[in-house]
């Protein structure tokens, strides 16, 4: 769980960095919490898969369109593997 929570702490800090970004995060949130609400879980569950997704898809633009600003403050873009193109962020300090 530590290293899980460390991860999503890193995707949130480079996710949550603009003003549109966060307002996105919060409409996301709100239309999941809503679903479970109406209990639909159905839309609550399609909702979440959407969210990951696109949080997955906008940290890998991040990274790759701030690569050098991440690696000035001790951060490394890795690739994970030869055939995934997915980048993750880590922090040397």
Not at 1 to 21: F, K
């Amino acid at each position: 769980m530590r290293d899980v929570l460390a991860r999503l702490i890193r995707t949130r800090w480079l996710e949550v960095r603009a003003t549109p970004s966060r307002a996105q995060a919060r409409d996301d949130h709100l239309a999941i919490v809503d679903a479970v609400t109406a209990d639909d879980p159905e839309l609550a569950s399609q909702l979440t898969l959407s969210r990951s997704r696109g949080t997955c898809e906008r940290s890998l633009a991040h990274l790759g369109d701030e690569r050098r600003w991440l690696r000035g403050r001790g951060f490394s873009v890795i690739e994970t593997s030869a055939e995934s193109p997915q980048r993750l962020a880590t922090h040397d300090g």
